[in-house]
């Protein structure tokens, strides 16, 4: 049917049935987005991972595989109140990112009608296993983990993730740090997890499709324990650096 006055989504699930009505002429899952690449997040998705995270003013919020920048950009625009960081190990990723973010303030300037200040948001190329940011420094990861399909591969997950996920627990603040992490590869991401008991501890979980893809985004939170680099804990437990009962 085309040329139709109002668009209803019938859902229909065992006993339950939802009626949807459509609010907007167009689709919403490719705003503030006009340079794609391979696997560009839907920016309702984003929007989703950003809220499950609950932002507060002033939080630093980082992605540390941002792809095309849909979810730093989608937190620009609906947590203007915090800082967002957009990093890739890719640098066509981080150009795409950086368009989009000069191509969003372009749009919000012309909405406007005057020069804007800015948004608080910037792109930079980095290792996700190697941040070059402050330990303890940020209170929010939210990113789109590589599935292993059409980015990356299954067999590099198996040591990408436990990797990340290391460096992520680095510069999550401890005790009030959250992360939203989207991945398709769900066992690889468990076992990965379950060795990192002392500095992730799983809240809740929330079972997406992406494309006929069943996937799932992580919601974690950054325990109290302090991190401790793995060569610095080689050391302590050396015998020569034991302590004594009596000391």
């Not at 997890?193 to 494309?211: A, C, D, E, F």
Request: hydrophobic content about 40%.
């Amino acid at each position: 049917m085309t040329n139709f006055d109002v668009e209803v989504l019938l859902n229909i699930h065992d006993n339950e049935i939802i009626v949807g009505i459509a609010l907007t002429e167009e689709s919403l899952h490719r705003r503030n987005i006009t340079h794609f690449g391979p696997t560009t997040l839907r920016s309702t998705l984003a929007y989703g991972m950003l809220r499950l995270c609950a932002p507060q003013p002033t939080d630093i919020i980082v992605d540390p595989m941002c792809g095309t920048g849909a979810i730093p950009i989608e937190g620009a625009t609906e947590w203007c109140n915090c800082f967002h960081v957009a990093g890739d190990n890719n640098p066509l990723a981080v150009n795409r990112a950086a368009n989009n973010i000069s191509s969003l303030l372009t749009k919000s300037q012309i909405k406007e009608g005057k020069p804007s200040w800015g948004l608080p948001i910037d792109a930079i190329q980095w290792d996700v296993c190697n941040l070059p940011l402050r330990t303890g420094s940020v209170d929010i990861i939210v990113t789109d983990m590589p599935f292993g399909k059409r980015m990356g591969s299954k067999k590099r997950n198996w040591n990408l993730y436990p990797a990340c996920l290391w460096e992520m627990s680095r510069v999550c603040r401890p005790g009030t740090g959250r992360a939203a992490l989207l991945t398709q590869d769900k066992k690889c991401f468990t076992k990965a997890l379950s060795g990192m008991g002392h500095v992730w501890q799983k809240v809740h979980t929330v079972w997406v499709n992406i494309g006929g893809l069943h996937a799932a985004v992580y919601l974690l939170k950054r325990t109290v324990q302090a991190f401790v680099h793995p060569s610095e804990q080689d050391k302590e437990e050396l015998p020569g650096n034991a302590k004594n009962e009596d000391d």
